[in-house]
């Protein structure tokens, strides 16, 4: 008899042994981890993948029980968390598939005691759903985009033939125009001349008196005063010869274009084969010719 008490003792003391694989009783420690840790949904994926980990349901039935137990109070955990359907969809979904592993490892006991457990609790969590109406579960509806209106083809230019492309604009400017324009250019060329002349008179003056200044003995010393006159006298010189320099060329330009511009007046008067735009800037002057080549009528 102590001998009885003693196996007994030493039955109750032995530490039962795992149902879990390996790999899932290590999925186990994550989730209950993540459980008393009050993080509940990962702890619910890590029940499941622990639950994947052991796909044969008639060799692993009792470790599938204990993780399919878990995850439902897990679950239902959470859902009084949140009071959100989203748990009781995935309890749902969970205890189906549970159910039917068990129908298709034991198709010979469809009675089984473990079936018809997964199937109450199945009817469980459907009827909690009810409270949410028929689309608890559906997955929400992808957002509505707003529909882009397509792009209005783009009308193409109207593209010229190359007949038309090639045919040039007739842009001869009539005689009359061309001896205003001329008239204009030579009355410029004689008020340019008439500076020139200014300039040749004050450049003449300058140097006369710089000649008047140098030409003091030279035991005399300038005083300050003519000293400074012959600087003056100097500068104002080189003034005078650079608008000479300047006014001469303009001179020469503006008078030989307006020449041109009323030989061309004259001609275009007869065969108009000719036309000229002139132009002329503070820096320089010149003419556009239009020449229009082919036998004359």
């Given amino acids: 008899m102590p001998m009885l008490h003693a196996v007994a003792l030493l039955l109750v003391l032995a530490p039962a042994q795992s149902v879990l694989s390996p790999e899932a009783a290590e999925y186990n420690t994550k989730a209950m981890r993540f459980y008393d840790a009050g993080q509940l949904a990962p702890a619910v994926d890590e029940f499941y993948a622990a639950y994947r980990s052991m796909p044969d349901a008639r060799r692993d039935l009792a ?39 068990l129908t298709a490892a034991f198709p010979n006991d469809p009675d089984k005691i473990e079936t018809r457990s997964a199937r109450a609790r199945h009817e469980e969590a459907t009827l909690q759903l009810a409270a949410f109406g028929p689309d608890a579960c559906k997955p929400p509806s992808p957002p509505v985009t707003a529909a882009v209106p397509a792009p209005e083809p783009s009308v193409p230019a109207p593209s010229m033939s190359p007949a038309a492309a090639a045919q040039p604009l007739d842009d001869a400017i009539p005689p009359r125009q061309l001896k205003i324009a001329g008239g204009v250019t030579l009355g410029l060329s004689a008020v340019l001349l008439g500076v020139m002349t200014y300039g040749l008179a004050t450049e003449a003056g300058q140097r006369a008196r710089v000649a008047d200044i140098n030409d003091k003995p030279a035991d005399c010393p300038l005083t300050l005063a003519e000293f400074n006159d012959l600087q003056t006298s100097r500068e104002h010189a080189l003034a ?3 608008i000479v320099i300047g006014t001469g060329v303009a001179a020469g330009v503006t008078a030989a274009l307006g020449t041109t511009l009323l030989v061309l007046a004259h001609r275009s008067a007869r065969t108009k084969r000719w036309s000229a735009a002139p132009w002329w800037s503070p820096t320089g002057g010149g003419l556009t010719l239009h020449v229009k080549l082919g036998t004359a009528r």
């Fill in 240 to 242: 005078g010869r650079r």
């Fill in 63 to 101: 470790g599938r029980e204990q993780l399919a137990g878990s995850m439902r109070s897990t679950l239902l955990d959470l859902h009084e968390q949140t009071g959100e359907a989203a748990p009781l969809c995935r309890l749902q979904s969970i205890l189906q598939e549970h159910a039917d592993a």
